[in-house]
């Protein structure tokens, strides 16, 4: 059944206290659960209450302590008739942990249970109203072996402990902050921990601990130090203080997403936790730093003030992206922060706002809200906060933000709670900028400059293209941060903000004797796709001279996706190529040679867009040609520049590693050198490359060497693939990173790689992590996937429905890749349809994966 936002009504009963009784079995546990029902005032009354069950077995009901008879089922749902104001209801199931491979509600892994409720697992614990506008007090008692469960965690503050008969033992937590069911948490298992502490602004003492298994224990210092960075931050950022006495994380290897921000009892993904220089890359403690903040941060934008219904997700995802966001800029340098941000939101969000898949940050309706844990709700979300931000600057939207966070507290609240606060803080007219919220689709924004007398002219045009269910959009507003340089001394009078809300605008700026070039779209203040109309000795001027790091970014990129967006419609003659190539030849060199930018700045503006990106450009791609003219283009640039680069990979080989702003910056080009050398003069990159292995001294260069290696044919890429598995065999985390480097290299074999990589006794199907390190590299790698056989849609739907049955949620994230169909060459579409009309064929197919099928098909 489709679930619609507008069908939204309050639930007719309150759940103001429930009492959990876990009796934990790793094949069997025994779920008793009391519930204080008392009826909603604020709501229709109704004679009975459905409480949401999924694959329960139920034992026994009692109401007011009497057992009864008279519920009936709906479906997986128990509708229980009730005929007073107030009840206690009394529900006992039991569940087996060890067969749920969904790994949602309560699960084992690795020999321990563990709990994953958002959005709708809490009903495959007991039965309940599993939805977030229903908020509880929770006590939790639980029993369990000592010796397979000597550590016993839920929310809240532990109450009691003690030893029961046979080896039990048990625990009792109070979380005294009312929640959804989402928010529950439960973990059992043979666990050590960091602890630390944290006092609060208010002078409270927390006591913070990052549970993991015992060989782990030596790679969570760095985790410790992020979460006690975030919790400084969030108070000085936003006046946010933490409000219990125990903070607790958990890190598990079996986990669908990156983690979870359950009441004082966060659950991670191992990934986002375990961090030391041998085992992650400068990427991955920045995730760990990003996420283990973002759930820090959801105490407050997401638990403290939930969401009404999943329609509202952006409301805590959105908001809470944006929050991160903001930390990690602050920790490591706004310029490049931005820069990746906006590579993920044009790499993943923009080709879903194009596509089938295409929903407004606030959706209309779903049938499986696991499904819409989108890069549109999440990081779109966080661009619309983004801009309400840029138009009323940092003060007032801090105010707004405190208006929010004081009017909402304790409440599931809506998008619309959050525009409001908005308006009445800041002091923001937001009666258009909803429009945001309804629309989906990614704004193409057409930018002229015209110049006469002494006035520059600059015309805008907006038009947001049709996407599923809206054929027609309205323009919104577009705030657009604008500067004008002057072409002699290359600066500029200051930069403005220009809110643009028509269809078609023009703004006027005097004081210009000659036509100024003009930089759009600075710090990537709207996401939206500008099409500027621009010389591309402009491009080259502002990828040398924009004060703006974003804006020299975007105009370097700008000037390789013409380039090769011409260039692989085949639009252009030799003679023409040859030109494109010196205009970013000569960005390029300046780039290389420009002292004073630092290296992590160098590397982003020497990174080729992606051939997502570029495909994303044309109404139709052909993968194919896309791939060869980007890897011709680097190739070429790595012969032209051989010698600098060779300098710079020798150069930046000199700094001694550590963690901070240089070395990273050192190792991050000194890769990117490679990778340009392994196009341009392969037997000198393997060697390089080979070397930089050998002697690697942290992961960042151990592996960005075997990367570059990955994609060449010599003896050194099978040597170094075989020492890293060896040196690495029981580290789930790098074997992850081995089993993703061979599928998504540029080997011509890539693909025969990936089945082989799938009989690998180290593969394993159950596990996301080893599915998405080998499957999502692969659906990521275009030459690999894109054959022109169709074999590497055969591979990916073959996968789908293989992990459908086992894991819905994971299979379903594979369809997206083959859902771009409309949007590839005739005969590759055939083939992924083709594809696509197989799975939906299939019997049983899961409501995630049968949702996101036929959403595709269309
Ligand atoms: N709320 C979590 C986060 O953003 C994501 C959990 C989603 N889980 C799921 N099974 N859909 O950090
Ligand atoms: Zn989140």
Redesign the pocket.
């Known amino acids: 059944p489709v679930i619609r936002r507008e069908d939204y009504k309050p639930f007719p009963w309150l759940i103001p206290e429930i009492a959990l009784d876990f009796d934990l079995g790793l094949s069997a546990t025994r779920v008793v659960s009391k519930l204080t029902v008392v009826r909603n005032a604020r709501a229709d009354a109704s004679p009975t209450i459905r409480l949401n069950g999924d694959g329960l077995q139920l034992q026994s009901v009692k109401v007011d302590g009497q057992p009864v008879t008279d519920w009936s089922m709906d479906g997986d749902d128990l509708m229980l008739p009730l005929s007073g104001e107030a009840h206690e209801v009394e529900i006992a199931t039991e569940i087996d942990p060890s067969s749920n491979s969904q790994l ?1 509600g309560l699960y084992a892994s690795g020999g321990m249970l563990c709990t ?1 409720c ?2 709708e ?1 809490f009903r495959r614990i007991t039965f309940f109203p599993d939805r977030p506008d229903v908020l509880s007090t929770y006590t939790v008692r639980m029993t369990g072996s000592k010796a397979a469960f000597p550590v016993l965690l839920s929310n809240g503050n532990k109450v009691a402990e003690g030893g029961g008969e046979n080896g039990t033992h048990w625990a009792e937590w109070h979380d005294p902050w009312p929640k959804p069911s989402y928010l529950f948490a439960l973990v059992a298992g043979d666990l050590v921990a960091n602890h630390d502490s944290f006092t609060t602004m208010s002078g409270r003492d927390v006591e913070l601990a990052i549970y993991v298994r015992e060989g782990d224990l030596d790679r969570t210092g760095h985790a410790m130090r992020s979460l006690i960075k975030s919790m400084r931050w969030d108070e000085e950022t936003f006046g946010r203080e933490y409000d219990l006495d125990v903070f607790n994380i958990v890190a598990v290897s079996d986990f ?6 359950n009441k004082g009892l966060n659950v991670f993904n191992t990934k986002y936790v375990l961090a030391d220089p041998d085992t992650a890359t400068d990427a991955d403690f920045d995730g760990v730093e990003g ?1 283990i903040a ?2 820090y941060f ?1 105490n407050w934008s ?1 638990n403290r003030i939930t969401c009404r219904d999943w329609f509202q997700l952006s409301l ?2 959105g908001f ?1 992206v944006l929050r991160d966001q903001l930390f990690s800029q602050d920790m490591q340098g706004e310029a490049v922060k931005r820069i990746e941000d906006v590579r993920i939101l044009r790499s993943v969000q923009f080709p879903e706002d194009s596509g089938p898949l295409a929903h407004p940050i606030r959706p209309d309706s779903f049938r499986e ?2 499904n819409f ?1 989108t890069s549109t709700i ?1 990081n779109k979300g966080a661009e619309v906060i983004r801009m309400m931000r840029t138009m009323c600057g940092p003060e007032a939207f801090r105010k707004a933000t405190d208006l929010y966070f004081e009017r909402h507290d304790g409440e599931a609240a809506t998008c619309e709670d959050f525009i409001t606060a908005m308006e009445d803080g800041a002091g923001l007219d937001l009666t258009q900028f909803r429009l945001w919220y309804s629309q989906a689709g990614t704004p193409k924004v057409d930018v002229a400059l015209s110049h006469s007398g002494d006035t520059a002219t600059l015309t805008l045009k907006q038009n947001t293209p049709a996407t599923p269910d809206q054929p027609g959009k309205k323009p919104m507003p577009i705030p657009l941060k604008i500067a004008l340089f002057d072409r002699d001394s290359g600066t500029h009078s200051g930069e403005q903000l220009v809110i643009f809300s028509h269809a078609e605008q023009s703004f006027e700026f005097g004081g210009f004797a000659s036509k100024p070039v003009l930089s759009i779209n600075r710090g990537f203040s709207a996401p939206v796709t500008i099409e500027r109309d621009i010389e591309g000795g402009e491009l080259v001027f502002l990828a040398a001279k924009d004060d703006d790091s974003f804006a020299r970014y975007e105009a370097m990129q700008d000037l390789v996706v013409r380039h090769l967006t011409a260039a692989s419609g085949g639009g252009l003659d030799d003679a023409d190529r040859e030109s494109g190539r010196e205009a970013i030849a000569t960005a390029f060199g300046a780039i290389l040679r420009d002292e004073a930018l630092d290296d992590s700045m160098r590397g982003e503006l020497v990174m080729l867009p992606s051939q997502t990106y570029l495909a994303e450009q044309q109404l139709i791609a052909d993968p194919s040609r896309i791939h060869e003219e980007r890897e011709g283009l680097k190739a070429w640039l790595g012969k032209r520049f051989e010698d600098e680069l060779v300098q710079l990979h020798g150069r930046t080989s000199a700094i001694a590693f550590d963690l901070g702003q240089e070395a990273r910056g050192a190792r991050k080009v000194k890769t990117q050198a490679l990778v340009y050398l392994a196009a341009g003069n392969p037997e000198l990159a393997s060697e390089m490359a080979a070397t930089q292995y050998d002697a690697a001294d942290n992961m960042t260069d151990r592996q960005g060497a075997l990367m570059a290696l990955t994609g060449l044919r010599t003896a050194a890429r099978t040597d170094r693939l075989i020492d890293f598995h060896r040196r690495y065999a029981d580290n789930e985390l790098v074997v992850d990173k081995w089993f993703a480097l061979q599928a998504s290299s540029l080997h011509p074999s890539a693909i025969e790689h990936v089945k082989a990589l799938a009989d690998h006794p180290d593969f394993n199907i159950r596990n996301p992590n080893r599915v998405r390190s080998l499957y999502m590299a692969f659906a990521g790698n275009p030459h690999a996937f894109h054959v022109e056989s169709g074999e590497g849609y055969r591979i990916i739907a073959d996968l789908i429905l293989k992990l459908d049955p086992i894991n819905p ?1 994971t299979a379903a994230r594979f369809v997206p890749s083959l859902g771009r169909w409309r949007r590839v060459e005739p005969g590759r579409a055939a083939l992924m349809r083709g594809e696509l009309e197989r799975i939906a064929e299939a019997k049983s197919l899961s409501r995630d994966t049968f949702e996101q099928v036929s959403r595709s098909l269309g």
């Open positions: 949602m994953q958002e959005a697992g669908n997403m990156g983690a979870m921000e996420v973002h759930e959801h997401g805590k995802e809470t809200i696991s844990y999440y949620q």
